[in-house]
C-alpha cells in the first residue's frame, strides 16, 4: 500500500513550457484534489475531483487542467508555464464525504524560470 | 469568503507546552482540523474536532474550540524537539471534503 504518489519531485520548466504532474494513490479514493503551497499562504486549492469522469475547479484554477480517468489516477497539467506557478504541489484523497482524513502526496517542487 | 488565520511563528522551550492558534470566518464549518508538515514532506493529519464539541484530547495533544468567537486552538504538552515543524489549521463545511487552510505556524522548539 503506497498510499499517495507524486511524480516528479522536484521540475524546473521554461515559461511557455507544458508538464503534466502526476499523482496515484492505491487506497480506492473517490475524492482526489490538487492544492498548490506558497509561502506565507498556506495551501490553496485548484481543482478536485469527487469520482472518474467528475472534476470540478477550486480556489486557483487558472492555468491548470485536470482529468479523472481512473479512481487511481488525478493528473495535473500546466499548459503554458509562469512565473507565478513557481511553487510546491500537493495531491490529496480521502474517502468522499466530510470529516475524514486526507491523505497527502509528498509534494513536487516546480520551478518556472 | 471563507478565510482562517494563524500567527506565523511560535518559539518554545522543550518540554514546554506549545499553544497554537486559528480563528475561522465561516460558521458553517462542520469540521476543524489540525495538520503537521516536517522540512520537504506532505502534511499529515494531527486530530481533528467536530463543531458540536468544545475539546478532544489525545495523548499529549488538546484541541479547544470556541465556536461564538469562531477560534481553535492545538496544544501540545510536553513539547520535544520532534515536535518542530509547520502546523495548519484547516476546515471543512457542507457536504464537501474541501479544505481551507490557515497560512501555517512555524513551531521552533529550543532545546
Known amino acids: 500500500n503506497a498510499g499517495v504518489t507524486q511524480t516528479p519531485k522536484f521540475q524546473v520548466l521554461k515559461t511557455g513550457q507544458s508538464m503534466t504532474l502526476q499523482c496515484a494513490q492505491d487506497?480506492?479514493?473517490?475524492?482526489m484534489s490538487w492544492y498548490r503551497q506558497d509561502p506565507g499562504m498556506g495551501l490553496r486549492l485548484i481543482h478536485y475531483s469527487v469520482g472518474a469522469g467528475i472534476t470540478d475547479q477550486g480556489e486557483v484554477p487558472n492555468g491548470y487542467n485536470v482529468s479523472r480517468s481512473t479512481t487511481e489516477d488525478f493528473p495535473l497539467r500546466l499548459l503554458s508555464a509562469a512565473p507565478s506557478q513557481t511553487s510546491v504541489y500537493f495531491c490529496?484523497?480521502?474517502?468522499?464525504?466530510?470529516?475524514?482524513?486526507?491523505?497527502f502526496g509528498p509534494g513536487t517542487r516546480l520551478t518556472v524560470t | 469568503g471563507e478565510d482562517v488565520e494563524q500567527s506565523l511563528f511560535l518559539s518554545v522551550r522543550e518540554g514546554d507546552s506549545s499553544v497554537i492558534n486559528c480563528t475561522y470566518t465561516?460558521?458553517?464549518?462542520?469540521?476543524l482540523y489540525w495538520y503537521k508538515q516536517e522540512p520537504g514532506a506532505g502534511l499529515q493529519l494531527l486530530t481533528y474536532?467536530?463543531?458540536?464539541?468544545d475539546m478532544k484530547q489525545d495523548q499529549r495533544l488538546t484541541v479547544l474550540l470556541n465556536k461564538k468567537d469562531k477560534h481553535l486552538s492545538l496544544r501540545i504538552a510536553d513539547t520535544q524537539t520532534g515536535d518542530s515543524a509547520i502546523y495548519f489549521c484547516?476546515?471543512?463545511?457542507?457536504?464537501?471534503?474541501?479544505?481551507?487552510f490557515g497560512t501555517g505556524t512555524l513551531l521552533a522548539v529550543q532545546p
Open positions: 465561516d460558521s458553517s464549518s462542520t469540521y
Open positions: 484547516a476546515e471543512s463545511g457542507g457536504a464537501t471534503n474541501k479544505l481551507i
Open positions: 474536532i467536530f463543531s458540536n464539541m
Open positions: 490529496a484523497s480521502s474517502f468522499q464525504g466530510e470529516g475524514g482524513e486526507q491523505y
Open positions: 487506497m480506492n479514493h473517490e475524492y
